[in-house]
C-alpha cells in the first residue's frame, strides 16, 4: 500500500482556524473538512511545500511559524504522513482553486465540522493547545 507524506497549515487568524472542505470530486473524501496543504514533493523540503501548496489552493502567501505534531494514519487506499504547521496570512484574501468551501472557526468550534479522519487527531490536540 502506498504512503503519501504531505504538508498541512492550521492557519490561525484573530484566534480562529481556517477549515477548508474538500472538492465534491474527490474520490476518497469528498466534501470532508481539512487543513489546506498537500503533497510534498521532490527535494522540497516541508515549509518550500507548505507554501507552494497554499499558494496552488488558496492564491494566498503565508508565513510558516511553528511545527505542531506529525500524524500517521492509514486510510482504505493509502498510508498518510502529515505533518502540521502553525501558519499565518501574509494578506486576508483567499482564492478556493481547490476546495468546496471555507470557515473561520475557534477552536472549540471544530469538532462540528465532518473532518478527514487524520485531521481529527491533530483537531483533539489543538483545542488544549497554547499555539492559538
Not at 501558519?87 to 476546495?99: F, T, V, Y
Not at 468551501?101 to 497554547?130: C, F, R
Amino acid at each position: 500500500m502506498d504512503t503519501v507524506e504531505v504538508v498541512a497549515a492550521i492557519i490561525i487568524n484573530d484566534g480562529k482556524i481556517l477549515c477548508t472542505q474538500r472538492s465534491i470530486d474527490d474520490p476518497y473524501l469528498a466534501l470532508k473538512w481539512e487543513f489546506p496543504g498537500g503533497k510534498i514533493e521532490h527535494n522540497e523540503s516541508h515549509i518550500q511545500a507548505l507554501k507552494r501548496e497554499i499558494k496552488e489552493e488558496l492564491n494566498a502567501d503565508i508565513e510558516v511559524n511553528d511545527f505542531f505534531m506529525t500524524v500517521k494514519h492509514q486510510y482504505a487506499h493509502f498510508h498518510l504522513t502529515m505533518h502540521t504547521y502553525i501558519c499565518e496570512l501574509k494578506e486576508s484574501s483567499l482564492n478556493l482553486n481547490e476546495h468546496h468551501q471555507y470557515q473561520w472557526l475557534y477552536p472549540n468550534q471544530l469538532e462540528k465540522l465532518e473532518w478527514v479522519e487524520a485531521d481529527i487527531k491533530v483537531i483533539s490536540i489543538l483545542e488544549g493547545s497554547d499555539k492559538i
